[in-house]
């Protein structure tokens, strides 16, 4: 167990498990500090990578995610406190990973009803390794005007109400974090304020106890006195009372065990932590209140009593010298959040564009984080570089390929769809090459190429939620909707779209589960028993078999295949590709000196 304080001005954490209100909840309380950097320094969220958006101050800063404890401890090797959010199934593996990284020293574990075992093994190797365990069922701590662990000491205004933003002279330890946040209002009332709160959660067996934070309390000089918090259960108070009696601890000590109405229940009760059950008289708060008294603390006669003692304390201290009280200031005010701020007229918007796939800042061009040279030298393609650029992340081969195959595929049509037909008139005006490609990308949409995204969103929703094509297709046909994906002017169902069933051959052949496209025939397959130009169109197979590609490549969590249906990810394919044909058209027609005929239903001159 450490010895002396365990964070300060400029200690940071990483935050596993990315939990919105608590993350800003420290930055709010290291701006309110003054402190110059966030204390978060790091958010490692399994199976992402990227950034968060979040506030420091008035200030929008992008905080790194990773994907794993290893990468983001190599990532951030100044932060040395790893909070933990996981739930009770996975918080003891989590924390021990993070306990055997060279730059982690203290853990603290959110989560409650971690097992027994596990919160053993997890004890045995921080005392092993002169580590700190904070819980499990734990809010966590805080040393007043430095630094902070998620919830604790819960809003800004009960943070300023219990003056935790500058330092006080007061060290607590406490067992349940919600009585914490009362004993800091209590403490903040009758003297100078906190110095250091820690709450070691209520489990049989925490991964670090009372006497442990006061031995460390009695060895930070701006500490004068503690002030102690337990409950009935469990025998953690009596080495607090050896301590005590051995001398270990030469600074007032203020203790108080609840838990005393226990005995005028008949039988054995059962209170809110799971450590919180008398197991015999020696367990009982009584028995605790009256070792630690007899020990030397000073124990008042019931929890109302609590506040005088802790007053009459602090007083005595400051008379006789070995106290001068904090200096109060006003700390600055923390800019309200826009859902609060509407009613009030003041309001902090957030910026709406981070860039996040490429930086030229080093050596040489990374495209998401992968140099431009190791491109190359790995032979990789089109798809590849669209896999870094657009999803973040290298896929496999097959799926790359895929990609690169849609794109060859949907690269031009011919003269006559809307697209061409713009950009083929834009260049005959005489307007530039830019010009003459934007006229034609601006009509994609539903009708021209745009319908890849709303195909895969359909069949998505209704084969997930388990509907047969009939009940699929007339749904629909009910809410006067077009089945995306379906339908052709010239293909019918006996001249299918060569396109179709190449992009079909490849995925049967490569994908690991081709789920979708199949749903996506079944529908084909209904629609042609009522036209025989109801057919799979080429959107409609690329919409199914990107949802195939998405969810068996393994890769891509639920809501990230989701955001990527809803942004237009795959609209993207066919406008990038597109983009080749018209740029074609363009040149095409720059390069005409003579027309040398006329379309007969369109005022456009073409070559034959």
Not at 31 to 43: D, K, M, Y
């Amino acid at each position: 167990m450490a010895t002396g304080q365990l964070f300060s001005r400029t200690t940071q954490a990483l935050f596993y498990n990315y939990k919105q209100l608590p993350i800003q909840r420290m930055l709010d309380f290291d701006f309110l500090c003054g402190r110059e950097t966030p204390s978060v320094a790091g958010i490692i969220n399994p199976g992402s990578e990227g950034f968060q958006k979040l506030f420091f101050g008035q200030q929008e800063i992008a905080i790194p995610v990773n994907s794993t404890i290893e990468a983001a401890c190599a990532a951030h090797p100044t932060a040395d406190v790893f909070i933990n959010f996981a739930s009770f199934r996975s918080a003891a593996a989590s924390s021990l990973a993070a306990l055997k990284q060279p730059t982690i020293r203290v853990v603290a574990i959110i989560a409650e009803g971690v097992p027994e075992s596990d919160t053993k093994q997890l004890v045995a190797y921080a005392q092993a390794n002169n580590k700190v365990v904070i819980g499990p069922a734990t809010v966590g701590g805080i040393q007043a005007g430095a630094f902070k662990i998620g919830d604790t000491a819960g809003t800004i205004d009960n943070i300023i109400h219990c003056k935790l933003y500058r330092p006080g002279s007061v060290g607590f330890v406490s067992k349940s974090g919600g009585m914490s946040n009362e004993l800091y209002n209590t403490i903040a009332r009758v003297t100078d304020g906190i110095y250091e709160g820690i709450a070691i959660g209520g489990d049989v067996f925490p991964g670090s106890t009372l006497s442990d934070h006061i031995l460390r309390f009695n060895n930070i000089p701006q500490v004068k006195m503690m002030v102690v918090l337990g409950e009935l259960g469990g025998r953690d108070e009596y080495s607090l009372v050896e301590a005590l009696k051995q001398g270990k601890v030469n600074k007032p000590v203020v203790a108080w065990v609840s838990g005393t109405c226990a005995r005028l229940f008949k039988s054995e009760v059962q209170f809110g932590h799971a450590g919180a059950k008398s197991g015999g008289e020696m367990e009982s708060a009584q028995a605790k209140n009256h070792a630690l008294k007899e020990a030397g603390a000073v124990v008042p006669t019931s929890y109302e009593a609590f506040e005088t003692a802790i007053k009459e304390t602090f007083e005595k201290l400051v008379e006789e010298g070995k106290i001068t009280a904090a200096k109060e200031f006003n700390p600055p005010q923390i800019p309200e959040d826009l859902n609060s701020a509407i009613k009030s007229g003041k309001v902090r918007a957030p910026t709406h564009i981070i860039s996040t796939i490429s930086d030229d800042r080093g050596e040489e061009p990374r495209y998401a984080g992968v140099p431009m040279s190791s491109i190359i030298e790995q032979g990789l393609g089109v798809g590849d570089v669209i896999s870094l650029l657009w999803f973040k992340r290298s896929l496999p081969h097959y799926c790359t390929r895929f990609i690169e195959i849609c794109i060859m595929l949907c690269a031009d049509h011919g003269p006559c769809v809307s697209g061409a037909h713009n950009a083929i008139v834009t260049a005959r005006a005489g307007k530039d090459l830019v010009s003459s490609l934007v006229s034609g990308l601006l009509t994609i949409g539903p009708r021209f190429g745009g319908a890849i995204d709303d195909a895969a969103r359909y069949f998505k929703d209704a084969c997930d939620r388990g509907l047969s094509p009939y009940e699929f297709v007339e749904g629909m046909k009910k809410k006067g909707i077009r089945v995306p994906g379906i339908g052709h002017r010239i293909k019918r169902g006996d001249n299918r779209d060569k396109r179709v069933e190449i992009l079909q051959l490849f995925a049967r052949t490569h994908f690991p589960s081709v789920k979708y496209m199949e749903y996506a025939v079944q529908v084909e397959s209904y629609t042609l028993s009522k036209a025989n130009n109801l057919v799979l169109n080429v959107d409609g197979a690329i919409g199914s078999l990107f949802l195939d590609l998405l969810v068996s490549s393994g890769m891509f969590s639920k809501p990230e295949i989701d955001e990527i249906v809803e942004i237009g990810y795959l609209n993207g394919l066919f406008v990038l590709a597109r983009s080749i044909g018209l740029i074609g058209h363009t040149f095409d027609q720059k390069r005409l000196k003579q027309p040398l005929y006329r379309h007969p239903w369109e005022d456009v001159l073409y070559t034959k």
